[in-house]
């Protein structure tokens, strides 16, 4: 869809998280990257919406009575969030919930045996999760926190959560990307039949539109990578160097054998368009194919940022004509009131 006054809007979402394999430190990981975003959000006149895994901080603080270096973290992770609040960026809710069985071995977090998906958690115990997490989250937020991203995108069944996050005020949701799959018995999802549009209201499942619904869905734009991307990924994780150089210093856990092989065949190719290291190059050819966009949005993660990615973001902003930066609430409040109960258009 083309808007009638031909602005442009982008809205920019960060994942603030640590690795789920080795784990990296916190200060490579989030620290430093979100510092750098914090500047060049100064520089650029925008806001982001940083997903906090707050799970995490919850895990670091059952363990920072016994390990000066979590007590660290934990300060130093909450000090910059509350740096991120002052600086007016939006603070939305990212669930994690491995975090609960996660230990602390040795000085380093031990991720094995660890639930990874909420299905996998009893119905009191999702209760607890979201309600603490919620309010350790709110208490370092300026704002009201109103929206959500499931982590890693596992998003289903939504309505097992649905009434718990009106409960708490969390009305956005944001972790669709329309026409991506991921087949994994441990983190897979299934966007194939999502729309690829602007944002709309749902009901009971986020990639369903419904005018009526009281949630807002904001997604993430997808992008289709090149047949030799996962090529490229697999060196680098093979390799004894990576090639995308980011910030952080951990590792992601791979996925399964079934999705490995789907990949490098050709046979998975959308992906969300990032700003981290390795997806980054996409920006500036995608922004000259789809120049008549009306909305972008564009995800990542501070562990996966680099330098670079903030200069290929510097260049996509002039290819793709910018005029407005958008928080996730930001949007949700213009789709909100544009829906009236219609299913919205194509943007592109």
């Not at 040795?106 to 094995?112: A, K, Q, Y």
């Not at 607890?128 to 499931?150: C, E, G, H, M, T």
């Not at 050819?285 to 501070?302: F, Y």
Request: glycine share 8%; charged share 25%; net charge neutral.
């Amino acid at each position: 869809m083309i808007r009638s006054n031909n602005t442009t809007d982008c809205v920019v979402s960060q994942d603030y998280e640590l690795f789920f394999h080795s784990s990296g430190s916190v200060e490579k990981c989030m620290i430093e990257p979100a510092n750098a975003l914090l500047e060049y959000s100064q520089k650029r006149n925008l806001h982001l919406t940083f997903f906090v895994d707050v799970g995490m901080l919850r895990c670091f603080d059952r363990h920072a009575a016994d390990n000066k270096h979590v007590a660290r973290d934990a300060r130093s992770i909450r000090k910059n969030l509350r740096a991120i609040a002052e600086a007016g960026h939006e603070i939305g809710l990212h669930v994690h919930p491995h975090w609960e069985d996660t230990r602390l071995v040795d000085g380093r977090w031990d991720f094995s045996n660890t639930r990874y998906q909420l299905r996998d958690f009893s119905a009191d115990e999702i209760n607890d999760i979201f309600r603490s997490y919620f309010s350790l989250l709110q208490d370092l937020a300026k704002a009201p926190i109103v929206s959500y991203r499931a982590g890693g995108f596992c998003v289903e069944p939504f309505a097992a959560i649905s009434g718990l996050l009106l409960e708490l005020g969390i009305d956005i949701e944001s972790s669709v990307v329309p026409g991506a799959k991921l087949i994994d018995p441990q983190k897979g999802f299934d966007f194939a039949g999502a729309p690829d549009v602007r944002g709309w209201c749902f009901d009971s499942s986020p990639t369903v539109p419904s005018g009526e619904g009281p949630f807002v869905e904001v997604p993430v734009t997808p992008n289709t990578v090149s047949r030799f991307f996962y090529w490229g990924r697999l060196v680098d994780r093979l390799g004894p160097q990576q090639r995308a150089q980011h910030f952080g210093d951990g590792l992601s856990k791979a996925i399964g054998r079934r999705e490995v092989l789907r990949r490098l065949l050709g046979g998975s190719r959308t992906s969300e368009l990032s700003l981290d290291a390795a997806k980054a190059p996409y920006l500036l050819p995608i922004a000259r194919r789809a120049n008549r966009r009306s909305t972008w949005h564009v995800m990542g993660h501070p562990k996966l940022l680099s330098r670079r990615s903030l200069e290929i973001f510097d260049e996509f902003i002039e290819q793709a004509r910018i005029d407005r930066f958008l928080t996730v609430a930001g949007l949700a409040g213009q789709v909100r009131a544009a829906d009236s109960g219609r299913r919205p258009q194509a943007i592109g």
